[in-house]
């Protein structure tokens, strides 16, 4: 006999879970109880915040291709845990969420902290349940791990009514869930084959979840076998050796003019694992709707993505490491059409890189270049989202697969816990974690996280006092009327050593590169406040640059 919190979590270590983040609440006291038995196999990770706990979980997710598992208590505790949901659904990344429950004879009273959580995340999650019996467990965590493997990954909610969990039961442990792959039949191979023979400007664009590092050298055959171009989607830089000579570039927000060319004038597009989302699309304009000019070959894992927007000539269901294997071992297309296109389409990459003059005293196109200098091939890099993180999207160069961190659905406050997650992971790698002012202020408490578990991540806080992102909206379209945008900030270096990290504010481009270096020999979490020009709103253009064409526009 054992309690429901045992027999949980005798399941989540029979599942091969081995890191967990949470929040306490005496909701789900029995679950802590036993996780105090099994310390052992699998590590509690006490956060400072729901919303930390649930980004650090999306991480893991991203990192390990399993289930992250959050847990968090009822009510406000549920609900801070939602940002991080929200970025699994998005991101298509494998997560399960436990929530303490109210006890099932307290149900729809509207009892203390009391959600229908089945109501709640109904309409942003692959699947939500609640679990009233505890000799159901096994059943229940089995198969929250094959629906968030499945198909697209995304997030589970699970509703653990306290006194189900206090509960005695006598069960047998679910088995590990181990899915297979989805193979693309010989026909459909062939079929993309005969499309590329035809074709006399095709692309290849990738992105999503479901690859791994085989996957990524297989299709890295494929390209240099074919002469084929390939792009990045929006946050999946990684997914490709941005060095490598058929390497185009990624296809997101402020996308190098000439790759959008390049997109819109392609007459076949091979897209693999990305969703074709707004980001990737041009807001639906790059690919028109919902019949693109170009003639689309869509891959990807879950058959509910395909044609779901666009029209493809060829939609293959099937996992990425099974397609790309099957397109590596394919007969080569002999390509005189557009041999040198992906010579062409790098050298424009490289291009898109070079510095921009500016007037500043620290000069952000130096600091990424600094950073891609002088972190090694395997660095993890983690952001947020906002202007700042244009910088690190144009200009930083992924060599490996999984080395980036970035929320597909531009969610803020991401940098800081994702970092503390990838460390926590991967802690013989460096990890670096960039982050804008208001950015990091959203999280940022979770740097004591990273220094009560010796996760010594190198935190960098790109400070120009506002919103940027939203500031340089106004600027365009309400040049002057500045409102609700300013930032009045801590002392972030003085904040860093109160949580017991080291920190350093940098003024100038010059300090740059010296203070990297002791943030990384620090052996300890460090962080760097960089004093950023607030003119610098943008990478091609000033605040003045934008209000003076907004008004000529006007």
Not at 236 to 253: C, F, K, P, R, T
Not at 348 to 373: F, G, H
Request: glycine share 8%; proline share 6%; hydrophobic share 45%.
């Amino acid at each position: 006999m054992r309690t429901g919190g045992q027999i949980l979590v005798d399941n989540l270590v029979q599942q091969g879970v081995d890191l967990a983040f949470c929040v306490p609440g005496e909701s789900y006291l029995p679950v802590l109880d036993a996780l105090y038995d099994r310390r052992d196999r699998l590590q509690l990770v006490v956060c400072r915040h729901e919303g930390g706990a649930t980004y650090m979980a999306e991480a893991y997710g991203k990192l390990t291709g399993r289930p992250g598992i959050a847990f968090v208590t009822r009510g406000p505790g549920a609900s801070n845990a939602a940002i991080g949901v929200h970025t699994a659904q998005q991101d298509s990344t494998p997560l399960i969420l436990f929530i303490g429950q109210v006890g099932t004879n307290f149900t729809d009273r509207e009892a203390f902290q009391e959600i229908d959580y089945r109501r709640m995340y109904g309409s942003s999650v692959k699947w939500v349940a609640q679990i009233d019996r505890p000799e159901r467990l096994p059943e229940y965590v089995a198969r929250a791990f094959r629906v968030s493997l499945s198909g697209r990954p995304g997030p589970v909610v699970l509703a653990l009514p306290e006194d189900m969990l206090a509960a005695t039961a006598d069960t047998a442990d679910a088995l590990r869930v181990e899915l297979g792959e989805v193979m693309p039949s010989p026909a459909q191979i062939a079929q993309v084959r005969e499309r590329l023979a035809e074709a006399n400007r095709p692309l290849v664009l990738v992105g999503g979840s479901g690859w791994t590092a085989t996957a990524c050298a297989d299709l890295l055959r494929f390209v240099e076998a074919n002469a084929l171009p390939v792009a990045c989607a929006f946050r999946s830089q990684d997914l490709v050796d941005n060095e490598h000579a058929n390497y185009a570039g990624d296809v997101g927000i402020s996308l190098n003019p000439k790759l959008a060319a390049r997109v819109r004038d392609a007459d076949l597009l091979l897209v693999m694992g990305e969703r074709l989302g707004e980001m990737v699309t041009g807001g639906y304009a790059l690919l028109a709707a919902p019949q693109p000019k170009q003639a689309l070959i869509h891959v990807h894992p879950g058959a509910e993505e395909l044609g779901r927007v666009y029209q493809p000539v060829l939609a293959v269901e099937a996992s990425m490491p099974a397609c790309v294997r099957a397109l590596a071992a394919m007969q080569p297309v002999d390509a005189p059409a557009w041999r040198g296109s992906a010579a062409q389409a790098h050298a424009d990459y490289l291009a898109w890189q070079i510095p921009r003059p500016v007037k500043s005293a620290l000069d952000l196109w130096q600091v990424v270049t600094t950073l891609r200098e002088r972190l090694p091939p395997d660095a993890i890099v983690t952001n947020g989202a906002g202007n700042y993180a244009g910088w690190l999207a144009r200009l930083f160069r992924y060599r490996r697969y999984r080395t980036q961190l970035g929320p597909y659905n531009g969610s803020m406050g991401y940098g800081v816990p994702s970092a503390v997650a990838a460390k926590l992971v991967h802690p013989d790698r460096v990890v670096v974690s960039w982050n804008g002012d208001g950015c990091f202020l959203m999280n940022g408490q979770e740097l004591a996280t990273a220094v009560q578990y010796r996760a010594n991540v190198v935190f960098i806080v790109v400070d120009n006092g506002m919103y940027g992102t939203i500031r340089m909206h106004q600027e365009r379209h309400y040049p002057g009327r500045v409102y609700a945008t300013d930032l009045v900030n801590p002392d972030f270096a003085a904040l860093a050593r109160a949580y017991g990290a080291t920190g350093e504010t940098i003024a100038s481009t010059a300090e740059f590169a010296p203070a990297l270096q002791r943030a990384l020999e620090a052996q300890r979490p460090a962080l760097l406040h960089l004093m950023a020009d607030p003119q610098a709103v943008t990478m091609n253009a000033t605040i003045d640059e934008i209000r003076e064409q907004a008004g000529r526009q006007t």
